[in-house]
C-alpha cells in the first residue's frame, strides 16, 4: 500500500516563506514524477509543480520565480520551497506521485494561509 504523508503547511504572513515536504512510501513503489498541487477554497484543484526522477521540473508561471520544487531520490521524498508568499497563495498544497506503472497517488493534504 502507498502512503504520501505531507507537512509543513502553516499560517504565514504575506511575503513570508514556508518549507513543505512529502514523504512517499510503498513496498514496491517505485517513484517516475513528484509534484504538488493546489486547491483554493471554491476553486479546481491546479498544478504547482511537478519533478522528473531525473530532475526536470515543470512550475506554474504564477509562481514561478517565488515557488521550488526538490526531491530525494533515496528518501521518496519531494519539497516545495515558497518565497515571498501571497494571499492568493492560500490553499490546500496536495502531494502528487506518479509511479513507473503509471499509477497516481495523493496525499490528504496540508493547508497553506498566507495572511495580507
Known amino acids: 500500500q502507498v502512503q504520501l504523508v505531507e507537512s509543513g503547511g502553516d499560517l504565514v504572513q504575506a511575503g513570508g516563506s514556508l518549507r513543505l515536504s512529502c514523504a512517499a512510501s510503498?513496498?514496491?513503489?517505485?517513484?517516475?514524477?513528484m509534484g504538488w498541487y493546489r486547491q483554493a477554497p471554491g476553486k479546481q484543484r491546479e498544478l504547482v509543480a511537478t519533478i522528473t526522477h531525473s530532475g526536470s521540473t515543470d512550475i506554474a508561471a504564477s509562481v514561478t520565480g517565488r515557488f521550488t520544487i526538490s526531491r530525494d531520490n533515496a528518501k521518496n521524498m519531494v519539497y516545495l520551497q515558497m518565497n515571498s508568499l501571497k494571499p492568493e497563495d492560500t490553499a490546500v498544497y496536495y502531494c502528487?506521485?506518479?509511479?513507473?506503472?503509471?499509477?497516481?497517488?495523493w496525499g490528504q493534504g496540508t493547508q497553506v494561509t498566507v495572511s495580507s
Open positions: 502528487k506521485v506518479v509511479s513507473y506503472a503509471n499509477n497516481d497517488y
Open positions: 510503498g513496498r514496491f513503489l517505485r517513484v517516475n514524477v
